[in-house]
């Protein structure tokens, strides 16, 4: 859950809550149906979006490997569905949180950042396709965290580490 | 063309296996702190590594590196078994089958939520056959075994055993830096043991790490 609103309940023993804090946890609530609503729609249209989305990426990328397309499709689809936990939860920090320490790494490591970022970039297409700017506007800010992964950033050196393995090192 | 529902075929999409807010969990009625597979995991308080150490110390003397850097050897026999077997499990398939990266990474997210430090690799050596790994923030080297000498024989050990059943070769590995003495991470350095013969004694006259790389890689 949001981290502001999860603090609410952490020290019943000092106070009671404050009324500007109720109100808080009362938006939240009266925005999870929509919330709901939307994340319903996310789990059952996630195949037939992913699949335009891969088609669209294959014709783009035809001199891309497929494995390379693959492990960055299946990436998107667990970003997507970070997203989809973030705005249900209201937990903006949730994409960084699950993929911030691996995910940068990975993109480093097979050199995926521009199928990624085209990968990104549809996934986006599709969304504002389907969903009304109001919904979008509960899906943004997680789809911004998770743009942001995919830039370059200072990270460890596991770059040469794909094809060979350490055994052959020593 | 690719299916997405071939990709989502065991519906399972691998992530972060030791992301904390899920690895750590645990049945505290009973008492148990456990990770995600219900293992039983412990919180070790630092005053404890300080008794375990002060009280080697007392009891062996010198020895007190080599009991720790044994109990190193016998933690990373058992971690490596217990970590490949979370890792396939968590994946669906044999260790052997991931990337080197993903491997790697996954020990690093390990070490990380275990509050062991942030661990990485440094690869500048890889050319002449050394593996170095850093570790910053290690609760493990917090406390001098013997005074103006690394501390982290506990670590070696436990490196050493890992990477020795990751690569099947007889690994050697020798701290060249440490927390404890006022360097930036602890350093750690893999390697044959006849390539690393004349390290600890470098050590020993406080040579600092690349002047000992120099000397090895000469």
Known sequence: MNPQLEALFDEPEKRYLRPEELNALSQYVSSLPERINLYRRLRSEEITLMQQVADTLQQQMAGEPEDLLKRSLKNGLLALRYVAMAMLTDDVDFVKKRMESWLPGIVEAYGTRAIDERLHQLIYEQLSGRFTPQQMALLSPSLVTARNLLAPQEIGTEADLTSETLVGLF | MISIADLLIDDRLPGNYFANDVYV???????????????RLLALPDALLKSIISG?????GQATALVLRNCGLWWGKNFYARFCEELSDYHGKPVADLSMAEFLQALQECWRTHGWGVLSLNLDYQPQGFLVIEIQNSPFTAHAVQPNQPSGA?????????????????????????ESLGADCNRFVLGLENRLQSVPSLVQEGQPHEAIMRVVTR
């Open chain 2, 56 to 60: 080697l110390n007392n009891e062996t």
């Open chain 2, 154 to 178: 506990l670590e070696s050990g436990i490196l050493q055993s890992f990477f020795s059943q990751l690569t099947g070769r007889e690994l050697t590995c020798v701290q060249t830096s440490c």
């Open chain 2, 25 to 39: 969990r645990g049945t505290l009625e009973l008492g148990l702190l456990e990770n995600r597979r219900g293992d």
